[in-house]
Structures are given as structure tokens and as C-alpha cells.
């Protein structure tokens, strides 16, 4: 089961910490990633880590303003969001699998939170 955590309202430029904590599964043995999915829009990819924490991937849209990362001893994944826009306003999503590389596709996860919105106002 994975629950997210930290989402809500800030202002364009304002920064929010997402958290997703997993339990019921070997949490270092699975990917982590985190998507969001906006009104009226597919759920898209944010970013990803691997089950070390070692390798990370982002989407080009928030890519120098959110860091993802992990403690595997708190079976926890983060997504630091800095700089937020109103673009970045969604439903944030995180998710685990054990299959793949890259970890950027929707279908490539198996288990998913019930997420957490964030709201950007301008």
C-alpha cells in the first residue's frame, strides 16, 4: 500500500514536499516513480528512482525544479518541488515496480498511491 502526503495550496514560485510512504512489499527491491494527472488530462510522468536510490529521471517539464529521492530505511520516496507554476497544479501520484528500466511509463507500475493534490495559484 502506498500513501502520499504534503500536497495542498501554494503560490507560483512557493516550493511543497511530497512524501509516499509504502508498506506490505520489499520497498528497496522496486523503482519508485511519481506522476500527476491534471483535469480533462492523461496522468503523465514526473520523475523516477531505482531501488538504490542511485538512479534518477525526470520528466523535461520539471527537470531543475523537483528532486526525487528515497529512504529505503523509512520506506519513504520524496518529490521536492521547487519553483512551482500553475502547470504543476494535479493530482500527484506515486507508484512501484519491479520491472523495467527508466521507469517512465504509466503501464510499467503495478501498485499505486490515491495521491494528493497540489494546487499553484498564480
Known amino acids: 500500500q502506498l500513501v502520499e502526503s504534503g500536497g495542498g495550496w501554494v503560490q507560483a514560485g512557493g516550493s511543497l514536499r511530497l512524501s509516499c510512504a509504502d508498506s506490505?512489499?520489499?520497498?528497496?527491491?522496486?523503482?519508485m516513480g511519481w506522476f500527476r494527472q491534471a483535469p480533462g488530462r492523461e496522468r503523465e510522468y514526473v520523475a523516477s528512482?531505482?531501488?538504490?536510490?542511485?538512479?534518477?529521471y525526470y520528466a523535461n517539464s520539471v527537470k531543475g525544479r523537483f528532486t526525487i529521492s528515497r529512504d529505503n530505511a523509512k520506506n519513504t520516496v520524496y518529490l521536492q518541488m521547487n519553483s512551482l507554476k500553475p502547470e504543476d497544479t494535479a493530482v500527484y501520484y506515486c507508484?512501484?515496480?519491479?520491472?523495467?528500466?527508466?521507469?517512465?511509463?504509466?503501464?510499467?507500475?503495478?501498485?499505486w498511491g490515491q495521491g494528493t493534490q497540489v494546487t499553484v495559484s498564480s
Open positions: 507508484a512501484a515496480t519491479r520491472y523495467g528500466t527508466n521507469w517512465s511509463k504509466v503501464e510499467q507500475y503495478d501498485v
Open positions: 506490505g512489499r520489499t520497498f528497496s527491491g522496486y523503482a
Open positions: 528512482i531505482g531501488p538504490s536510490g542511485s538512479r534518477l
